[in-house]
Nanobody
């Protein structure tokens, strides 16, 4: 079964940038949409961003729109989340996951995702 592995987590100051990665275990050409969710301590897991299998379609949560950029590098089977102008409220465990749909009304819902990574911690201090 496909496995997703996140990397690049860590700590940052408010206003800094970080890039996290999600590498997919399968070697085959991408046939999947991939997204990022995050879960802050004591809160529900929430949608952050998703990118289509072609890389041409992206959706973002309003809270990160204009600050975060999702992209993918096909040769490395990797999806990136570039996080700019970080805020303390971005502190959370970030998960990548496979989306079974890319339409915005579905791709933002957690039920659309069927395979998940283990998650990595991002901590932003003020």
């Amino acid at each position: 079964q496909m496995q997703l592995t996140e990397s690049g987590g860590g700590s940052a100051q408010a206003g800094d940038s970080l890039r996290i990665s999600c590498t997919v275990s399968e070697e085959a050409p991408p046939t999947y949409n991939l997204g990022w969710f995050r879960q802050a301590l004591g809160k529900e897991r929430e949608f952050v961003a998703v990118i289509s299998r072609s890389g041409k379609i992206q959706h973002y949560a309003d809270s990160v729109k204009g600050r975060f950029i999702i992209s993918r590098e096909f040769a490395k089977n990797t999806v990136f989340l570039q996080m700019n102008n970080l805020k303390p409220e971005d502190t959370a465990v970030y998960f990548c996951a496979r989306a079974t749909e890319i339409r915005s009304e579905l791709a933002t819902k957690i039920e659309t995702y069927d395979i998940w990574g283990q998650g990595i911690q991002i901590t932003v201090s003020s």
